[in-house]
């Protein structure tokens, strides 16, 4: 049931995203590089809403409203991920929601309503696109593979560390992609697009791809290699051959 529920809340946010493209309302700074629309608001709104007929004594931490709520389950919402993408018309944005259970994540769930793409992972069960079972690659080495870089603004504290690591990345990967949307980067680890994806500034809203890339056979830590959680500030995820080879990389690139 609370699979269902999640799914159902997050597809009809997406539906009424979908339907304010082009008319989202006054875009507000969040902060210098962070939009929020009218949307954003709304589709938060509408998920738990949702959710707590359900669920009336759920917690909820939602990027627009914070945290309410001390429940047996904590609901960790985006809205819209990746509002910049939202506003400019470009189609990688997603609607996310995780499920925590006493601090461990037992579902996530996200959408990309313009691709019509939704991804769910539920803990022990495998990780799914559309119902099929997804997994990461099997590239073993880091000259053959796609990383992904999971930050599209960098604030002052990680802008030196995070240029140091990127061109270690140019150096030593094959390609390297950044599409400004940190849930669906997520996804396209799971599925095996990247091969590597690395956080520099790890977001709590976007925790639903961790169970999800994790269900499709990654490892998901923070960059010193420790197990990540809600509040994590950095995130490297990959497969067991890549991984370690990305922790050296970040550790040097860090220093």
Request: aromatic share 10%; with cysteine.
């Amino acid at each position: 049931m609370l699979k269902n529920i999640v799914i159902k809340a997050v597809k009809e946010a997406g539906s009424f995203a979908l339907s304010r493209v082009g008319n989202f309302g006054e875009v507000k700074n969040k902060s210098p590089k962070d939009f929020l629309t009218e949307v954003d608001e709304e589709a938060e709104r509408l998920i738990i809403a949702k959710i707590k007929e359900k669920f009336p004594d759920a917690g909820f931490y939602g990027e627009e409203s914070g945290r309410q709520g001390n429940g047996k389950y904590l609901f960790v919402i985006d809205p819209i991920d990746a509002t910049t993408n939202y506003i400019k018309g470009i189609p990688l944005f997603d609607i996310s929601v995780a499920v925590y259970e006493n601090d461990i994540t037992i579902l996530g769930v996200i959408f990309c309503p313009k691709l019509d793409e939704l991804y769910v992972a539920e803990r022990g069960k495998g990780a799914y696109l559309n119902g099929e079972r997804i997994n990461v690659s099997q590239v073993s080495e880091l000259g053959k593979a796609v990383v992904g870089w999971n930050r599209s603004n960098h604030p002052p504290k990680i802008l030196e560390s995070s240029k140091r690591i990127i061109a270690r990345v140019l150096d030593r990967a094959a390609t390297f992609r950044v599409f400004g949307t940190g849930g669906l980067d997520y996804c396209y680890l799971a599925k095996g697009s990247f091969d590597v994806c690395i956080t520099p500034l790890a977001e709590p809203f976007h925790s639903a791809g961790y169970i999800i890339m994790e269900e499709a056979g990654a490892k998901v830590t923070d960059y010193e290699g420790k197990p990540h959680n809600l509040n994590s500030k950095t995130i490297i995820a990959a497969n067991k051959y890549l991984h370690p080879q990305i922790i050296e990389l970040v550790r040097v690139g860090s220093n």
